[in-house]
């Protein structure tokens, strides 16, 4: 027992013998400090990566709330009302009468008369487009229309992409009859303004081109208002006082304009572009979001059913 103790007492004495310094060791405080900088700084890009860390997950956490939320204004996909009860994928409507718009009929000055010729009995004659907002054919078994605004820039997007591909499948080969509805959004300040512009370039004439470039340059008046100006690049300087003229005096311009977001309430339209498709009475709504294959196969069974 006596043996162990001595034991115990001398292995003490061996590990405090190894803690005690060397003889020839002498303090280094330089040498400390450069340690305890180097401790410091690691601690600090710690503490910075730990923020970093922080701050994504928070941004990553706003981006998916962001996504989620309801989307009450221009978005990637289109423009929308603020959020309504859901509405059926189709509504039964009548149509309210649009109020009688004039067309452009007088002939130019150096055009030869016009020569009336019979028609044969077995050829009907071609039923006549109401207003300068149709294209194709009054006889077209389908009848499509395109609620847009000209501030919307997913609207802007259809326009120069998707619609003229529907006009050269189903508008000019006489499947189906096209027409232009407005529907200026309460988020826009000029839409209503610029649609103003479009139906005075259609009483004179210049309707297809008006919307053209007022989706085209949609970018620029869209901040300033400024839709006079555009127009002037691809129009007359006669038809631009013409068009001015019926902007500034005429109160009738915005009557069709009425008519399309009357008939948007009807078919319970809640956002830009919105294609709705007249099929045996019934009105199918189709977001123009979609590509443009879904909307042409669409079509294709209406417009050659199996």
């Known amino acids: 027992m006596e043996g162990r ?3 115990v007492d001398r292995w003490v004495d061996e590990r405090l013998a190894a803690l005690a310094s060397p003889a020839d060791w002498q303090p280094d405080s330089a040498r400390g400090l450069e340690a305890m900088r180097r401790f410091e700084q690691t601690r600090k890009r710690r503490r ?6 922080m701050g994504a997950s928070m941004a990553a956490c706003l981006a998916v709330w962001l996504l989620e939320a309801p989307k009450a204004y221009c978005a990637g996909a289109g423009c929308a009302n603020p959020p309504q009860m859901p509405a ?5 409507v009548e149509p309210p009468a649009a109020p009688p718009i004039e067309q452009p009929t007088t002939p130019p000055a150096d055009s030869p008369p016009a020569v009336s010729k019979a028609t044969p009995k077995s050829q009907p004659t071609p039923a006549a487009l109401r207003n300068f907002k149709e294209s194709g054919s009054a006889d077209a078994p389908l009848v499509c229309e395109i609620y847009s605004d000209y501030q919307c820039a997913a609207c802007a997007a259809a326009f120069q992409n998707m619609v003229p591909q529907l006009v050269t499948d189903f508008v000019t080969t006489g499947k189906i009859r096209l027409l232009h509805r ?5 988020m826009h300040a ?3 303004l610029a649609a103003r512009y479009a139906n005075a370039a259609g009483r004179v004439g210049e309707y297809d081109t008006a919307v053209a470039q007022l989706f085209k340059t949609q970018a620029q008046w869209g901040m300033t208002g400024e839709i006079d100006a555009q ?3 691809v129009l007359p300087p006669g038809t631009m006082q013409k068009i001015r003229k019926l902007v500034s005096e005429d109160a009738t311009l915005d009557d069709t304009v009425a008519v399309d977001v009357a008939m948007a309430q009807q ?8 294609l709705v498709v007249v099929v045996n009475g019934r009105r199918e709504k189709l977001p123009l979001s979609a590509s443009y294959d879904l909307v042409k196969n669409y ?3 209406l417009v050659s059913p199996k």
């Open 5 to 7: 103790e001595v034991n």
């Open 48 to 53: 910075r990566k730990r923020i970093l860390i």
């Open 88 to 92: 059926p994928r189709s509504v039964a």
């Open 182 to 186: 407005d529907f200026p959004l309460p």
């Open 190 to 192: 000029y839409s209503r």
């Open 231 to 233: 127009l002037m690049q």
């Open 267 to 274: 078919d319970q339209i809640t956002g830009t572009p919105t």
């Open 299 to 301: 079509l294709d069974r």
